[in-house]
């Protein structure tokens, strides 16, 4: 380390970094900087850095040297770093990622041979014992790689809509502009006509990243053929499938690439008027848009007479309150007229009458994020990834039993084997992989038999589930299906705006069917009924929350019948989840320390100290305390 070096440092402050407590880490560092007097030194905020696992994250650069990224940060950390690794330009090897993982490994060989250490499994290569002071942390001087992007987990990822993200500060919009933030905006206003600019977005090949996969140049295009100069554009954020946080991490991360979009497409279309429908529970990702807003108006980017062109173009933001059927176009765009959010029968589409019945083009905030790169870029660069029909990327807000959680943008075509094992580290404690559930509760589950079928739009609706917005669930073997198709099930009915009969009433039945299921109260019977009520919903239902409602149920009636007819038959959960069909004994290996009795709420459990103890069934409530509590592992679960 050179003792001149200029260190810019991020520290990842998107909501998963702010609940993990990255602020206090900004905090602190912010704090220990100025005490020092440093001045080499840039800590500046930012949005999801991707692996969520390892927040807080805070990144350094500085000029000719590899990327450090530090892990698991907590504002002590964070004190630490400045004074060893800015002020005495010495890195912290403990905290970054390879120190956490080389820390695990000795701890391992510790646990197996406290006495006779087996080093023989560590890369020689990556270190010499006898560099390594018997005072100092046995990890401190190795030679590793700390850029955590050169991680697996990163290796298969193509980042395009989310190349800034974790990149630049998303409150200041001259990092933005750094990075070729707004060319495309003066690109198309002032060297392309409106056409022009549908026509790339249409030769891209782009579908809309909300779920339907519509190409998004075509619909431009309706828009564009539609006479006068009274026309609305909407960002659609109200971004509400359980598990999915794609569109806030942009908005967070990167606000102004949406808000350059919204303009580019309000030019291409002929509007003047555009809306952001945000739900208000995303309040980190409404606090930095406002701030864009503001400043993208400051610089003559946004309003009247945008860089001299003579378009003019306003944003204004509308606060949604979290009603899953307004990421509907026709319900979000009555909610913007501030009408309940409820949806209507299409035809007219909103293309050809929407908002304040003119012409209005709803995208989602992942769809925008691609449009000014395919403008800079050209329609070819983006054709060039993905798939033919699906070309470009896809961002999955990854989660549920996988190693590696969080935000994954590759391209179209990738393999959920290479989703879920390459990048994602399969699931934890060595548990099989069960199924994946993608496209929230408008999806399916899928079965591993799929593992190697190339994602894209057309390929997941083929096997019964659906992109969505990108939500991807991974499910191991203690999963239940029946319980997580009620799981969904009971979403669905708490969503449901209750306006057409098929959703409002079959959604409900289709949960008490399932639930008397999951309650060993089910009958061969209700198979055939859970089928048939399904389809017909699928058939009838007004809008895509109703006809999509069934997918979780009918997913896994179709991959994982077995599960049902052992509810159904037998009485029991094969996976120890459903608890009314639960039951717990106390085996021989008993030894009577009491502590289960402690433990058990309801006083089921009876023994003398010292003997075997017993639980009676019928006061068992089921909870599991006595279960997780037992040190000798002698209650089983039947």
Known sequence: MNAGNHYRVVVGMATCGLSAGANYVYQSMKKEVESLGLTNVDIEVTGCIGSCTYEPIVEVFCPGEEKISYIFMTPEKGVQVVK?????????????????QMAKAFEEELSLDKTNIALSSLDESEMEMDDIPASEPLIRDLKVDLDITHLPFYAKQKRVVMHNCGLINPEDINEYIAMDGYFALAKSLL????????????????????????????????????????????????????????????????????????????????????????????????????????????????????????????????????????????????????????PRNKPPFPAHSGLFNKPTIINNVETLGNVAQIILKGASWFTAMGTQKSPGTKVFALGGKITNTGLVEVPMGITLREIIYDIGGGCPNGKELKAIQTGGPSGGCITTKYLDLPIDFDNLTSIGSMMGSGGMIVMDEDNCMVDIARFYLDFTVSESCGKCTPCREGTKRLLEIVTRISEGKGKLSDINLLEDLGQHLKDTALCALGQT?????????????????????????????????????????????????????????????????HIDPDLCIRCGACFEGCAFHAIVVK
């Open 191 to 342: 060297e392309l006509k409106r056409l022009e600019v549908i026509d790339i977005i249409m030769a891209s090949g782009l579908r809309g990243r909300g779920g339907a996969g519509f190409p998004t140049g075509v619909k431009w295009k309706f828009a564009y053929q539609e006479p006068g100069d009274e026309k609305y554009f909407i960002c659609n954020a109200d971004e509400g499938d359980p598990g999915a946080f794609m569109d806030r991490s942009l908005l967070e991360g990167d606000p102004h690439s949406v808000i350059e979009a919204m303009i580019i497409a309000g030019y291409a279309i002929g509007a003047h008027q555009g809306y952001i429908y945000v739900r208000a529970e995303y309040p980190v990702a409404v606090k930095r848009l406002n701030i864009a807003l503001d400043q993208a108006k400051n610089m003559g980017l946004l309003g009247k007479n945008i860089l001299g062109s003579g378009f003019d173009f306003n944003i204004d933001i509308r606060l949604g309150a979290g009603a899953f059927v307004c990421g509907e176009e026709t319900a979000l765009i009555a909610s913007v007229e501030g009408k309940r959010g409820m």
């Open 84 to 100: 060893s690794h800015f002020a005495g330009h010495k890195p912290i090897y403990e905290y970054t990622l390879q120190g956490y």
């Open 549 to 613: 409602a069934p997918n979780p149920v009918l997913s896994t009636l179709e991959n994982f019948k077995d599960e049902y007819l052992a509810h159904i038959v037998d009485k029991r959960c094969p996976a120890h989840v459903c608890k009314k069909l639960l039951g717990y004994e106390i085996t021989d290996d008993c030894r009577g320390c009491t502590k289960c009795v402690r433990y058990c709420p309801v006083h089921a459990i009876t023994g003398k100290p010292l003997a075997k103890h």
